[in-house]
């Protein structure tokens, strides 16, 4: 049976207040199809019925299997190509330039998926980087589901061929029966932690942020949030790098837009503009029980020293 306005408009508002992702009108039967698999694994054939199960049971374990299934973790290595090229050919070396030795980079990939972002990275670190320099990534996401599959390194053949230069297969995967598994070095690179981009940032200062093809799914306030956020956590010369269809232009007075080839990177204005008023995003760890108003719950958090935190220490 089709969703009724009220149950999308439950499902949709539950989103919004969790992960700030945006289900107008119109996106029904993205919902049903994303619910559907979570229907049938509780014995229900039908959408609806799932979700006055849902809101009856209001149990957290169903909310978050809601909330992580209207995620959308497309991804695949290397992806666009361009901005990978540019941190090996001009951004790493530009950074490195004014660094003494030894250096260590510390590089956050926000919203990172099932891993392909991270550990594409974690290559063209290993291979951009001169000896005397070391490097650490934290992958994160909302979705633990993702984070579960990006731990464990291994992909489908399917999963290597959206991307994967064969060089590359050949020096950093090892094959496992059907599968390609990450090798011990570069897995030992990336360290995934589940986060929410709407909760205080979970790192010190990097010296690189990659929030690529995520922004896309919020609205103006919570992008100007986030992009602020970014400014907040971004060494001085530190650089952003967004998705291909994502600009701080027209979002965020904070930031240069570096042009590198075909593509493009960020870096933060040496003076920063004001505070905005849009620096209040919704909290996801404490989840209202009935609809907060429009307009998103201000969030904050104490600083975070520690690049890595320590385990356990977010959900
Ligand atoms: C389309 S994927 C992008 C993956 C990768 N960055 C890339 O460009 O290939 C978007 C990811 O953002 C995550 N996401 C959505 N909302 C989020 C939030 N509020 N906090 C953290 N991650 C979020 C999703 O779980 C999903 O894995």
């Known amino acids: 049976m089709a969703l009724s306005s009220d149950a999308f408009g439950w499902v949709s508002d539950l989103v919004r207040r969790r992960s700030a992702i945006q289900l107008p009108v119109g996106k029904e039967y993205l919902v049903e199809s994303r619910l559907l698999p979570l229907a049938r694994q509780h014995g229900l054939n039908d959408v609806k019925a799932f979700v006055v199960m849902a809101r009856s049971r209001n149990e957290e374990r169903l909310l978050r299997g809601i909330v992580e299934a209207l995620t959308t973790n497309e991804t695949s290595w290397f992806r666009d190509n ?23 980079l510390k590089v956050w990939s926000a919203a990172c998926s099932t891993g ?36 464990t390194g291994r992909y489908s053949q399917l999963e290597v061929n959206r991307g994967l230069p064969a060089p590359f297969m050949v020096r950093y995967f090892n094959r496992v029966g059907a599968e390609w598994e990450i090798n011990r070095t570069l897995r030992s690179r990336v360290t995934f ?6 909760d205080p940032a979970p790192v010190g200062k990097v010296d690189m942020v990659l929030l690529r093809n995520v922004l896309i799914y ?31 232009i027209g979002v965020d007075a904070t930031w240069d837009r570096v042009q590198f080839g075909s593509g493009s990177a960020y870096r933060k204005l040496a003076t920063q503009p004001a505070p905005c008023s849009s620096n209040v995003v919704g909290l996801s760890g404490q989840v209202p029980t009935q609809a907060g108003p429009p307009g998103l719950a201000v969030r904050t958090g104490p600083p975070t020293a520690p690049f890595i935190p320590p385990r356990g220490g977010h959900s």
């Open 82 to 104: 361009t901005p990978f090229v540019a941190l090996h050919q001009k951004i790493v070396p530009d950074l490195l330039a004014a660094r003494p030795r030894p250096a260590h």
């Open 193 to 198: 932690r589940q986060h929410n981009l709407l």
């Open 218 to 248: 919020f609205d103006l306030p919570t992008k100007q949030a986030i992009l602020r956020r970014m400014a907040g956590v971004l060494a001085d010369d530190g650089i952003l790098l967004l998705g291909a269809a994502e600009t701080t």
């Open 116 to 151: 392909q972002e991270p550990y594409s990275l974690a290559m063209v670190l290993t291979e951009a980087l001169p000896p005397q320099v070391t490097f650490e990534i934290l992958a994160t996401d909302l979705s633990q589901q993702v984070l579960d599959r990006a731990r």
